[in-house]
């Protein structure tokens, strides 16, 4: 007779949803008792042995469990076999050491390995069935016996070079194995429990693939509301050297999240790949390393490792833990996208290289081609590095391959810079005449005073003021028609050489006149090309020797002679009288002093801005490829 279905609480169900969730129970009750029925209609009597008083007994408490063997001993506990004799299953039950029971902190700590073990119910974590006070006085809990082997020793094996390990736990299925490991601890910390001691020691792989995260013990507590006592003290290290996280190592409570665990897991995952651990050496070593970031990348020690599963070990680890995965779900997904065939990065590699390829051809063909090809050729393999770099800017032959084409001139320079060169020496040009401009009208202002000296020969007078005035007006001309062309220079230099030539005129050609030439000259050379810098020497020698050759020749009366010792200076243009003769000397050498530093200063701060802007592209190539930076010819 069908049982009638138990009306559960509408909890907003419709009647017919009700109706179907009854049956369902009904159908699922009904499937258990014909499972028994159809197991009793099969099974021969006398394969039945014992009487009913045998299948009714009840275990007196204190004999439930019987110890068979010691499986393993902790710092705290130990771990042994025994026989459920209520339920008739071998399990495995934990029990404090004496040295260790009657320490509170312990046995909050063995407590709370309990409640947390009991309370995640999921396939990879041992469920625990009872807890209790042994015979002996000691705290008890029995859980599942598991068996199998921790990934530590299984890595261990593998190191060792053992062939059947490796058989039985190819790296595919160990990588399998770290997912499911994930996603236990990512439902732990949807219940609001950090594991906070993940190592390859706590992970167990069963013999019929089971995987389960052991030891809970020191697990925290986050969720809202949560009661338990903390098993350590605010500030104090909880966890395994070489896996703790930053904040664990330094003890922040506070920063300690699901992202704690995600290194862990970071590290285990790099063990997986390399079959060693990340961090090495004593424990000041291993604590640095811990502080201030390891190479996480498992290709560096073993190059078979894929660049995708590169990438997830150094996020995983990151010291900064806002660059880690956010859940250990998500580090679950990464792993599982590498083995479902995701190998985009990989094939951004690839890709990459090909490239580099093309562009290291198309640079070693242009050094072979004349100016026309080899600059379209040269072009070609910038764009090669380039794209190679946006497919995978961590690729050290692309970076060695920019700077080369950055830092190694071409012997014939595109039609695009030599016209941007032409420009800058025009921009050049245009600075010297700024200059002339600056020192000519210095030089007329002069005019007053000398007719304040008084004026012996007005045509010479006359030359001089001529030259100054028409030399300061073709300045000005050129650098208000923005022109300034190599020819224009070179008439601007001369009419200058002309005006210092006729300045000898005043007080012969070795007072004032080396001066103005030298002053010009320097100017001059500094903003002209190597052909104009030739004419401007040139020049400026001319204009004193032509007024001394004019003199001793006798085509111009003598402006100096020797007399007892003494050079005498003779008036020819102007009366040398005090003071209109020291005043103008005063002026005239004050203003070549200052007009020099004035504007050289101007030409020193471009050139100091030049060098910043060269030096900072330099230390910024040297970033991309330092190795090749320092083989680039200088």
């Not at 236990?184 to 995260?213: C, Q, W």
């Not at 005035?469 to 070179?490: D, F, N």
Request: proline share 5%; hydrophobic share 45%; net charge neutral.
């Amino acid at each position: 007779m069908p049982t009638p279905p138990v009306e559960a609480p509408s909890g907003g169900k419709t009647q017919d949803e009700r109706n179907s969730d009854a049956t369902l129970g009904y159908t699922s009750e009904q499937s258990l008792w014909r499972a028994a029925t159809v197991l009793d209609e099969h099974v021969e009597p006398d394969t039945i042995s014992g009487s009913d008083s045998d299948v009714t007994a009840i275990v007196e408490p204190g004999k439930r469990y019987q110890i068979r063997e010691v499986l393993g001993v902790g710092g705290m506990g130990e771990v042994r076999l025994c026989r459920d004799e209520a339920i008739g299953r071998d399990v495995a039950q934990k029990t404090l050491l004496a040295s260790a029971a009657g320490k509170g902190r312990a046995e909050r700590r063995f407590l709370r390995e309990v409640r947390v073990q009991g309370q995640l119910e999921h396939p990879s974590v041992v469920p625990v069935y009872d807890m209790g006070v042994g015979p002996d006085g000691k705290t008890f809990f029995t859980m599942r016996r598991v068996q199998g082997q921790t990934l530590a020793e299984v890595l261990q094996a593998h190191a060792r070079g053992d062939a059947s390990m490796r058989a039985a736990h190819t790296r595919r299925r160990l990588l399998e194995a770290f997912t499911r490991v994930c996603l236990a601890v990512d439902y732990a910390h949807t219940r609001g429990v950090l594991h906070r001691d993940l190592k390859p020691s706590n992970i167990m792989l069963g013999a019929f693939g089971e995987v389960y995260v052991l030891d809970w013990g020191i697990a925290k507590l986050v969720a809202e509301g949560a009661a338990d006592a903390p098993v350590s003290s605010p500030g104090a290290v909880a966890g395994t050297p070489g896996y703790m996280s930053r904040e664990q190592m330094l003890g922040l409570d506070g920063e300690q999240d699901a992202r704690a665990d995600v290194y862990s897991l970071g590290a285990i995952l790099y063990e997986i790949l390399t079959l060693r651990p990340l961090h090495r050496g004593s424990r000041e070593q291993i604590e640095a390393s811990t502080l201030h970031g390891a190479d996480a990348r498992a290709s560096a020690v073993a190059p078979d490792v894929p660049p995708e599963l590169d990438a997830i070990c150094v996020r995983a680890t990151s010291a900064d833990r806002n660059q880690r995965f956010a859940s250990a779900r998500e580090l679950c997904d990464a792993v599982e996208r590498y083995l479902d065939g995701d190998r985009d990065l990989e094939r951004r590699r690839e890709l990459a290289a090909h490239h580099v390829e093309r562009g290291r051809e198309a640079f070693e063909r242009s050094k072979r081609e004349d100016a026309g090809a080899a600059e379209a050729t040269r072009a070609a393999a910038m764009r090669e590095v380039i794209k190679a770099l946006a497919l995978d800017p961590e690729e050290a032959d692309a970076r060695g391959l920019l700077v080369k084409l950055l830092l190694e001139t071409p012997e014939h320079l595109p039609a695009g810079v030599e016209t941007e060169m032409a420009e800058a020496a025009r921009m050049s040009r245009l600075h010297t005449a700024r200059f002339g401009i600056y020192a000519l009208v210095g030089w007329t202002a002069t005019i007053p005073v000398v007719v304040w000296m008084g004026v012996l020969d007005m045509g010479s007078f006359a030359v001089t003021s001529v030259l100054c005035v028409l030399s300061a007006l073709y300045a000005i001309w050129i650098w208000r028609s923005r022109g300034a062309t190599q020819r224009q220079l070179v008439v601007l230099a001369t009419g200058v050489a002309a005006t210092c030539a006729a300045l000898s005129c005043w007080l012969g050609p070795f007072i004032l006149t080396p001066t103005a030439a030298a002053t010009t000259t320097i100017w001059f050379t500094l903003h002209a090309e190597r052909r104009e810098r030739w004419i401007v020497a040139l020049l400026g020698g001319l204009a004193i020797l032509v007024p001394f050759l004019l003199e001793l020749v006798g085509f111009l009366p003598r402006s100096f002679s020797f007399e007892a010792g003494h050079l005498v200076l003779h008036a020819r243009t102007v009366r040398l009288a005090h003071p209109g003769t020291t005043l103008a000397l005063l002026y005239a050498s004050v203003t070549f002093t200052v007009l020099q530093p004035v504007l050289l200063g101007g030409l020193r701060e471009a050139l100091s801005a030049a060098e910043r802007k060269l030096f900072l592209q330099a230390w910024h190539l040297r970033q991309l490829a330092p190795a090749a930076a320092s083989r680039a010819p200088q």
